[in-house]
């Protein structure tokens, strides 16, 4: 099954269209760009993905990526040639996206649901150890279908892990900008094996992703979230959670927010299946701020100067977006949060999240660190471990229960967006006997 596609330009008022051949950050007005495809899918291929699905004799069956590449297929490849997509479609020999949704019993008691209401995809299964390896693959392809030999990232540690990663096994060379001292050594220990050049920025990851975008500007190949072929990776998040419900939709989907990637694509992917008619329900988004470093949440729900800032049906009231992010300049010292990989002030995708969360009937909250802490602890005790960023899921959530905003017999999927790289932070938290959930060693004398 072939596809045509192409870009096309988010803002309503410009639509301008490029080939999907031309590597650009932007539109020529400025917004961002999505992938799009003629034509529409029929809703028999899910019995395809799943006599695919665990079939070890083709590595492109076994990535819950490329298992939906009808559902992303800018190359045009034919998706039944198995000899010809071989040699276009990139995977680190099919161990990306092996994740789907888990119960787990005791996260369900701490948000106060019943078990089977409330399931959790750890997206640090993947071979770098969070969701970016989701759309590295795909943004690689990109990358590969232009003959690109050199790609750049900004990152908060985990884009440049999983860039490092893949351009190794492609033979092409990654440079990765972090800001320095801001990245924990487990990610940034990935870049360095994986023989990406470091490049360290004096500031904060918004700092470092300007230096980037300019890059991209005169022509280098951003791997950022601003490539909507890496995005389109990462709508296999939503699809794999999907096929595992037997695309019976759950209420909610509840996610971190960074620089909005996610949020942006979990909206597109599920607009997309909801137009070709494969969902009719449309799940909630709710999208998590961490508290000191809460761009979003403070715009959304009108907490700056009363104003709610949307999508409009593509109408963004852009001046707003300036002035506050002029005043947090003003203001001069940069907002913390121990949750490294969420440190974002201004994120990037910031328009399609918005329109996301018009999709869905979105939600936008904060959590304190704290909270998050005792979020990433809960997930441990269920015998599986999330960072710091991941654990403002669980911390939402039984927020959102507390409040009422997500009934107690709502069905929620959580995406735990990447493993735990930097354990003296969690050491540190289960010395300490006034955190929740904490579990420090005892001592014992020999003999
Ligand atoms: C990148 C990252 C995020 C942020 O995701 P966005 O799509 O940029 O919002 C959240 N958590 C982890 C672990 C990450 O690596
Ligand atoms: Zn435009």
Same mark, same amino acid.
């Given at each position: 099954m072939r596809a045509e596609s192409y870009q096309r330009c988010i803002a309503p008022s410009c639509g301008r269209e490029f080939g999907v051949r031309e590597a650009r950050?932007?539109?020529?007005?400025g917004n961002l760009l999505d992938v799009k495809y003629r034509g529409s899918y029929p809703k028999s291929l899910q019995d395809v993905f799943s006599r695919r699905?665990?079939?070890?004799?083709?590595i492109f069956n076994e990535s819950g990526v490329w298992r939906y590449r009808e559902l992303l297929n800018f190359a045009d490849?034919?998706?039944?040639a198995h000899d010809q997509y071989s040699k276009v479609l990139v995977s680190l020999d099919g161990a990306e996206g092996r994740s789907r949704p888990y119960q787990m019993s005791k996260v369900a008691e701490f948000v106060g649901m019943e078990p089977e209401n409330v399931l959790l995809q750890p997206e640090g299964l993947n071979p770098s150890g969070s969701f970016k390896d989701n759309g590295i693959c795909s943004g690689l392809t990109h990358a590969k279908m232009l003959g690109v030999k050199e790609v750049v990232c900004a990152s908060t540690g985990n884009t440049s892990a999983s860039l490092a990663m893949y351009a190794a096994n492609e033979m092409l060379k990654a440079v990765v900008y972090v800001p320095k001292g801001k990245v924990a050594p487990g990610k940034l220990q990935q870049a360095y094996q994986f023989g990406a050049d470091v490049i360290e920025i004096e500031g904060s990851f918004d700092d470092a992703l300007e230096i980037v975008l300019a890059k991209g500007r005169k022509g280098s190949y951003v791997m950022n979230s601003v490539n909507p072929f890496r995005l389109e990776g990462q709508k296999t998040i939503i699809y794999r959670a999907l096929d595992y419900l037997e695309?019976? %939709? %759950?209420?909610w989907f509840v996610v971190p927010r960074g620089n909005m990637g996610n949020v942006s694509i979990f909206g597109k992917a599920l607009a997309e299946l909801h137009e070709w008619g494969w969902i009719k329900k449309i799940p909630r988004i709710a999208l998590v701020d961490a508290q000191a470093v809460n761009t979003f949440h403070t715009l959304y729900n009108g907490l700056y100067d009363g104003f709610e800032l949307r999508w409009n049906s593509g109408s963004v009231d852009d001046r707003m977006i300036e002035r506050y992010y002029s005043d947090l300049h003003k203001k001069g010292a940069q907002r913390k949060t121990d949750?490294?990989?969420?440190?974002?002030?201004? %994120?990037?995708n910031i328009k399609k999240g918005l329109r996301s969360l018009e999709f869905t009937n979105g939600i936008s909250t904060q959590v304190t660190d704290k909270e998050m802490y005792d979020g990433m602890a809960i997930v441990g005790k269920n015998g599986f471990d999330c960072e710091l960023a991941s654990g403002a899921v669980p911390a939402a959530i039984k927020n959102l229960v507390e409040k009422g905003v997500? =009934?107690?017999d709502d069905r929620v999927v959580g995406i735990l967006t990447g493993r735990l790289k930097d354990p003296e932070m969690i050491v540190r938290y289960h010395m300490d006997? !006034? !955190? =929740?959930?904490a579990n420090p060693p005892r001592s014992a004398v020999a003999g």
């Open positions: 950050t932007e539109c020529e007005c699905s665990g079939h070890g004799n083709d490849i034919d998706t039944e695309w019976e %939709p %759950p209420d949750a490294s990989a969420i440190q974002i002030e201004k %994120p990037v997500i =009934r107690s006997p !006034n !955190n =929740r959930f």
